[in-house]
């Protein structure tokens, strides 16, 4: 599943460093495989957990990564490493590095891949290069480069590039079998300006394919699959800063676009509900609403505003985060540097603050890191440069 990055932002890192960084473009790998030289041992993620302060009664925060003055645009939880139980988390930041974080009894164990000298923010996982055993990892942004990442037994990762799209920024991806008219699976790449491309391990040599498909009405900043029934064509929810949700099928007569909700306001994040039962949405727009988006048997939509915060959120999770599993949650996190729960019991809505960040926010995601409670935790990424992981204390829910 996939996600997007931001516009191109100011660098924020010394003139000196960013040319040394051009001259030696794998430097970025060596500098920063664990925090600042001047953290003490007691504040390495990579020796053990690190607590850390923001976080409201009834939550814990823990230090994944810190990079210092450079932003982590995109968190997400995937199965990067199959031989391990628990997902590891990939963060992608303003330097073009790919971070892979593996959980390990409370430490990370980190690598990190890349250097393509602007920001990285768009991650797909997916089994989509037959050539290559298991799934791959692909990373994009503002250059328009794509990297496919392979795994080995090691723990090792291997980095190349396997397409190119001059003069476009990649802001989302999807990978998977959704395009029906060509045989096996790919990853679906959508740019800015607005346009769809597929990208296909269909080339000679081990090369991949590259093939626009759309010119779109705006940059698609978000984008989730859908759950799909045996023999049913996939298809892809679409947040789209042109204030369109919509819903993306490609089948034999070519890509279909049926939308949610349409608003005079640009959507930004979008994130599915996670279990059985209706199909479910939460969207995000750049005005401050959240918005639930609830599926009919007939595929008809219902959309109600549950939220009504600050301008700018940048990111939404949908997930178990009460110690009643039908108790309906989701988080959302932004430019106000505040994590916020959203709780709806009997069609009410209540919202609380369960951390605050050092800056502001980009990036929410949701996972399972810490089997000591009986809920899912939150990863949030942004401005400040760090990956932090929140979690209910040990035994909650239980």
């Not at 814990?60 to 003055?69: C, F, K, P, S, Y």
């Not at 600050?310 to 178990?320: D, S």
Request: glycine share 12%.
């Amino acid at each position: 599943m996939l996600r997007h990055a931001a516009s191109p932002r100011v660098p924020r890192i010394a003139a000196p460093l960013r040319a040394a960084l051009v001259a030696v473009p794998f430097l970025a790998s060596a500098c920063v495989s664990r925090p600042d030289a001047s953290s003490t041992r007691a504040l390495d993620p990579t020796r053990g957990e690190v607590p850390i302060s923001g976080a409201e009664a009834g939550w814990e925060a823990r230090l994944v990564l810190d990079v210092g003055d450079v932003g982590v645009w995109t968190v997400e939880p995937e199965p990067v490493f199959p031989q391990y139980a628990m997902d590891q988390l990939v963060g992608l930041d303003d330097l073009g590095r790919c971070h892979v974080m593996i959980s390990y009894s409370g430490k990370w164990t980190h690598r990190v891949r890349g250097g393509d000298l602007d920001w990285l923010g768009a991650v797909a996982h997916g089994d989509v290069d037959p050539r290559v055993e298991g799934a791959e990892l692909y990373v994009a942004g503002a250059r328009g480069n794509v990297y496919q990442l392979t795994t080995f037994e090691s723990g090792d990762l291997d980095c190349r590039l396997v397409g190119q799209i001059p003069g476009c920024e990649v802001h989302a991806m999807i990978a998977g079998d959704v395009d029906r008219r060509s045989p096996g699976a790919e990853v679906l790449v959508f740019t800015s300006p607005g346009r769809m491309y597929r990208l296909a391990a269909t080339g000679d040599d081990g090369r991949f394919d590259l093939e626009l498909l759309e010119r779109l009405p705006g940059r698609v900043r978000d984008a989730v699959a859908l759950p799909r029934a045996v023999g049913e064509p996939q298809r892809v929810v679409a947040a789209n800063r042109a204030g369109l949700l919509q819903v993306l099928t490609i089948d034999a007569d070519g890509a279909s676009w049926d939308t949610i909700h349409a608003a005079p306001m640009g959507f930004g994040r979008v994130d599915l509900r996670p279990g059985g039962g209706a199909t479910v949405l939460y969207s995000t727009l750049d005005d401050g609403r959240v918005l639930r988006h609830e599926s009919a048997p007939d595929g008809a939509w219902t959309t109600e505003t549950i939220f009504d915060g600050p301008q700018g959120p940048r990111g939404i999770a949908a997930g178990a985060f009460d110690d009643d599993p039908e108790t309906e949650t989701v988080a959302v996190f932004g430019y106000s540097a505040e994590v916020q729960l959203l709780t709806g019991r009997d069609g009410a809505w209540t919202t609380e603050t369960i951390f605050r960040d050092r800056e502001r926010g980009h990036w929410l995601a949701a996972g399972e890191f810490d089997g000591r409670n009986a809920t899912d935790e939150l990863v949030c990424s942004g401005y400040g440069g760090r990956i932090v992981l929140l979690q209910r204390p040990v035994g909650y829910g239980r």
